[in-house]
């Protein structure tokens, strides 16, 4: 995230300075004479041109940075969540706590933090739960 903010952020600065220059113009020490006048305005008035064209494309290019930032702070987890774990309860009552659950054929297997892989059928299943960790239930 900061480095799509970093990168926006620069090209805006660059952005600003680049318009900033064009429409201060540039001093050109010379005798004001008819065609030496008019070749300084021609190259004066295309040099800052040039300079806004490139202002308002480095302008448009933060905008997808700025978007790409703001996803990235929007949508990534943050480092205190855990992922939800799993909880299942067999038809006798016992319950089994795992971090990922898949179906295999007429089985789910649920799979355990640094444990074996429980295998239920699921003819045997009584309920599937979300729970916020397998801390306090450990079977």
Same mark, same amino acid.
């Given at each position: ?24 113009? !540039? ?5 004001? #004479? &008819?065609?030496? +006048?008019?070749?300084?305005? =021609?190259?004066? @008035? ?38 939800? !774990? ?5 038809? #006798? &009552?016992?319950? +089994?706590?795992?971090?990922? =659950?898949?179906? @295999? ?35």
């Amino acid at each position: 995230m900061g480095v799509l903010a970093g990168a926006a952020l620069i090209l805006a600065l660059v952005s600003v300075i680049l318009a900033a220059v064009a429409s201060q113009g !540039s001093a050109v020490k010379m005798i004001a #004479s &008819g065609p030496q +006048y008019r070749d300084a305005s =021609l190259l004066a @008035a295309s040099v800052a041109n040039k300079r806004l064209i490139w202002s308002r494309r480095l302008a448009v290019a933060i905008i997808p940075l700025y978007l790409g930032a703001l996803g990235v702070m929007s949508y990534s987890p943050l480092e205190s969540q855990k992922a939800p !774990s799993v909880q299942l309860t067999d038809k #006798s &009552g016992s319950k +089994y706590c795992g971090t990922q =659950l898949k179906r @295999a054929g007429r089985e789910l297997l649920l799979y355990r933090e640094n444990e074996n892989v429980i295998r239920i059928k699921l003819d045997d299943l009584g309920s599937v739960t979300s729970v916020s960790s397998c801390d306090k239930l450990q079977k």
